[in-house]
């Protein structure tokens, strides 16, 4: 069975970091497109980051080029997600995805940006 | 970036009648590899979301056969043959053709009158 679980959300203040975490199992890990979607209170999804199987190429969303950098370790299953110069409209709650098709989604993470 | 626009923004219906979501793109989403890359995705209340359709019309694993997906080009269409009451929820088409970035619709939230 695949399964994703994120981990790192929480509360912090405008101008702070966060790492958020996912961990995965039931596939190849290391074969896969990985991605990182957000979901802000009661609005819809976008899609923040993607990055290929070996980790060599990475694409972000405009809004956080510059601040978000995500990564992974293959003999971990793990993707990341380094949150920097937090704002408050990078509120909201973190999926991690496998492939760029979003084939799977893990259950969430909330990171509250607030003073 | 592509826009993805979805209709209707909600679609209340009756249990055992049909429902229908339209998707449109901005751009034709058929890739130069012959494959259009447009997905569909269910959000129940209180839970992440789950792909049910990718390719315009390949159902996922475990989804049920009253989900099919058809349309090419930039207009696309999510069809549930006769809605039960676990149909509940908000649908949202993706494009992953003209990537990045990837692009999600608006939503149409599914309630049952």
């Known amino acids: 069975e695949v399964q994703l679980v994120e981990s790192g959300g929480g509360l912090v203040q405008p101008g702070g970091s966060l790492r958020l975490s996912c961990v995965v199992s039931g596939f190849s890990f290391d074969i896969y497109w990985m991605s990182w979607v957000r979901q802000t209170p009661g609005e819809g999804l976008e899609w923040v980051a993607n990055i290929k199987p070996d980790g060599s190429d990475r694409y972000y969303v405009d809004s956080v080029k510059g601040r978000f950098t995500i990564s992974r370790d293959n003999a971990k299953n793990s993707l990341y997600l380094q949150m920097n110069s937090l704002r408050a409209e990078d509120t909201a709650v973190y999926f991690c995805g496998q492939n760029t098709g979003m084939d799977a989604w893990g259950q969430g993470t909330t990171v509250t940006v607030s003073s | 970036d592509v826009v993805m626009t979805q209709s209707p923004l909600s679609l209340p219906v009756t249990l055992g009648q049909p429902a229908s979501i339209s998707c449109r793109s901005s751009q034709t989403l058929e890739h130069t590899d012959g494959i259009t890359y447009l997905s569909w995705f269910q959000q129940r209340p209180g839970h992440s979301p789950r792909r049910l359709i990718y390719?315009?019309?390949k159902r996922d694993s475990g989804v049920p056969d009253r989900f099919s997906g058809s349309g090419s080009g930039t207009d696309f269409t999510l069809n549930i043959s006769r809605v039960e009451a676990e149909d509940v929820g908000i649908y949202y088409c993706m494009q992953g053709t003209h990537w990045p970035p990837l692009t999600f619709g608006g939503g149409t939230k599914v309630e049952i009158k």
């Open positions: 390719n315009v019309s």
